[in-house]
């Protein structure tokens, strides 16, 4: 997690030399601090808007270079959009806008602009947005084309401001969440070879330097709890399986944890039900909701968040092998309850079953949240846009969607019921693994609400938002890191004392 962006916070100076960063609205007005910076040069900008068709609307950027009269190398012109959207500028996506044009240069930001509050808090998500958009994964290559060269070095970013302090630590204080987002990505993005159940196993345990407690469960441990579904998952590999339990003990001792739960399948060719060949190279992002909870323990730890936290991953690899499970196959799951094996391709939630069962009873959680690549049905309810929320609780989905909404990180609720759970039924155990092809994504939060009790609990289906997502101004990874800014934001508003 090597970081990309070198941050300074100072008052504003004329700099000299590098890149000037001004922000504009769509009457392309300037801030009195701008104008009075660039003097006869703030001529420049109407010229060149009116050349560029440049209308300053947020996400816009007009490059002049060489500006005549201004002692730097480039003046950008960021767009923030109408006066009256001021208030709901996202200064996360401005700091993605404004990386895409300074990527490996030194630039000088002056966020000042007409009708415009910088905040430090507001400071502090613009230096996220620009951490995100900078983020590469590049480790494997060994030619790099001009735009990923090595040399490229580190974008050094002066942030002008009035209140330098107040941003600085405001900003440090956001560093840990982009650093989670980050390590989600790159637990993704890494090549199934080089990341299995143990390795991943180890890097949760690296949490342990910022004071998570890490317990990390082998097969024999599994087998004497009880975790036979999620066993029976991996015994097709030659890679043993893995759980994770990770604690931030941030409040009172006593105090009722929430918990977070992530599906690890580090890579799913289906198993016996095995997948066609095409884009199965993608099914090393299937550990994508496991790779979401270690990031956010790592941000929660980084901020010493004040709240008690259980993260829970199962890490599993499904193969097919002599040794694999069969469609047929009926096994037990932790809870006691059985499971008749339909199709061996619907696995992860055999793994979370036994988390979820696990978790409930062993930290009785105020809540539980699992996040899962669970379903391709959930891509043709919602394509890519919004994540799927299932939940038995109104209170936790209102929540969670208002988290949604502020980070951009949006879910959309789907129904459950008594009529979907009933496709699940099966003719030789308590249940069966799908419900066939209608309603996939509900049948299979069916399957998951069968291990929670009343324990209040979300089921996020995140296949669509956690890899080859869509590029966005604070993405251009494969995988997203999806889910680690949402939950952060769930825990912070709603669940620090």
């Known amino acids: ?122 400071i502090a998500d613009l230096t996220l947005g620009l951490r995100l958009r900078l983020y590469r994964f590049d480790r494997y290559k060994t030619k790099k084309k001009d735009d990923e060269a090595e040399d490229k070095g580190a974008t050094r970013v002066t942030v002008a401001v009035t209140d330098a302090g107040g941003a600085k630590k405001a900003a440090k204080a956001r560093e840990g969440l982009a650093q989670g987002v980050i390590l989600a990505r790159d637990l993704v993005n890494e090549p199934p ?46 890679r043993p399986s893995r759980v994770a339990i990770m604690r931030w003990n941030g409040a009172r001792k006593g105090e009722r944890p929430v918990a977070f739960i992530g599906k690890g399948v580090v890579f799913d060719t289906g198993g016996i039900s095995i997948k066609p060949a095409a884009s199965m190279e993608d099914m090393k992002g299937d550990m994508a909701g496991a790779a979401a909870v270690v990031g956010l323990m790592h941000a929660l730890a980084s901020r010493k968040a004040r709240a008690n936290v259980v993260g829970a991953i199962g890490l599993v690899e499904n193969m097919p092998d002599g040794k694999a499970q069969r469609p047929g196959d009926i096994v037990t799951t932790l ?25 409930r009873d062993r930290y009785e959680p105020v809540f539980m949240v699992n996040l899962a690549t669970l379903t391709g049905a959930i891509l043709v309810a919602l394509a890519q846009e919004y994540a799927g929320l299932f939940s038995n609780d109104d209170t936790l989905s209102e ?3 208002a988290a949604g909404r502020a980070t951009g990180e949006r879910v959309w609720r789907m129904p459950l019921g008594p009529e979907y759970d009933k496709m699940i039924d099966s003719k030789f155990a308590d249940m069966k693994n799908t419900g066939g092809r209608h309603g996939g994504s509900i049948t299979a939060a069916q399957f998951l609400q069968r291990f929670v009790g009343e324990t209040p609990w979300a089921h996020l289906d995140i296949a669509g938002t956690s890899m080859s997502a869509p590029q966005s101004e604070i993405n251009k990874s494969w995988g997203s890191g999806w889910g680690v800014r949402l939950l952060d934001r769930l825990v912070r508003e709603h669940y620090e004392g």
């Open 1 to 122: 997690m090597a970081d990309s962006v070198k941050l300074d916070f100072q008052p504003f100076a004329m700099p000299d030399g590098g890149d000037l960063v001004v922000l504009a609205g769509d009457d392309l007005a300037l801030s009195p601090e701008a104008r009075e910076g660039l003097g006869e040069a703030a001529g420049l900008v109407t010229r060149a808007a009116a050349a560029e068709r440049f209308k300053g609307k947020s996400k816009q950027a007009l490059v002049v270079v060489a500006p005549a009269g201004l002692p730097v190398d480039r003046l950008i012109v960021v767009g923030i959009g109408a006066a009256g959207d001021r208030e709901s500028l996202d200064w996360v996506q401005l700091g993605g806008t404004i990386a895409g044009k300074v990527s490996g240069r030194t630039a000088t930001i002056l966020v000042d602009a007409p009708d415009l509050e910088a905040t430090p808090e507001r």
């Open 193 to 238: 070879n080089a990341l299995g159940p143990e390795e991943f196993a180890e890097r949760a345990q690296a949490l342990e330097k910022l004071g998570v407690e890490v317990e990390i469960l082998d097969e024999k441990q599994l087998a004497k709890i009880g975790m036979r579904a999620l066993l029976a998952v991996g015994q097709g590999s030659a």
């Open 399 to 401: 929540r969670l969607a």
């Open 335 to 359: 809870s006691g309850q059985t499971v008749e094996i339909i199709n061996t391709d619907a696995e992860g939630r055999l793994v979370l079953a036994d988390l979820l069962t696990y978790v």
